[in-house]
Nanobody, 118 residues
Framework: QGPLVESGGGLVQPGGSLRLSCAAP???????????LGWYRQAPGKERDLVAS???????SYADSVKGRFTISRDNARKKVYLQMDGLTPVDTAVYYC?????????WGQGTQVTVSS
């Protein structure tokens, strides 16, 4: 089904913004398009939690902690999913993982570190 490749993490000051990208270059379009795509994050010592998701029809869902600050979007033609993160705080520091779900199967990226610190 092909790997997921994340990019865009890094170090940012509180109040700043980052845009994460996740590509699925080897996933065929007929599989990618109906997949539910999501971003999860895992802080040290904590469980991996869902941050945002988007269905094949473009319906989005967000964790309460990021509503109004983060925006998930997808580009089916490029087989990519994005997470625009604004108003970042130190609490958002974590490894962020891209996820693709279809027909009971989960696929994960390798993760990208986001650190919010002054």
């Amino acid at each position: 089904q092909g790997p997921l490749v994340e990019s865009g993490g890094g170090l940012v000051q509180p109040g700043g913004s980052l845009r994460l990208s996740c590509a699925a270059p080897r996933t065929i379009t007929s599989v990618f398009n109906p997949s539910i795509l999501g971003w999860y994050r895992q802080a040290p010592g904590k469980e991996r939690d869902l941050v945002a998701s988007i269905t094949g029809d473009g319906i989005t869902s967000y964790a309460d902690s990021v509503k109004g600050r983060f925006t998930i979007s997808r580009d089916n033609a490029r087989k990519k999913v994005y997470l625009q993160m604004d108003g970042l705080t130190p609490v958002d520091t974590a490894v962020y993982y891209c996820n693709r779900y279809l027909d009971g199967q989960n696929y994960w990226g390798q993760g990208t570190q986001v650190t919010v610190s002054s």
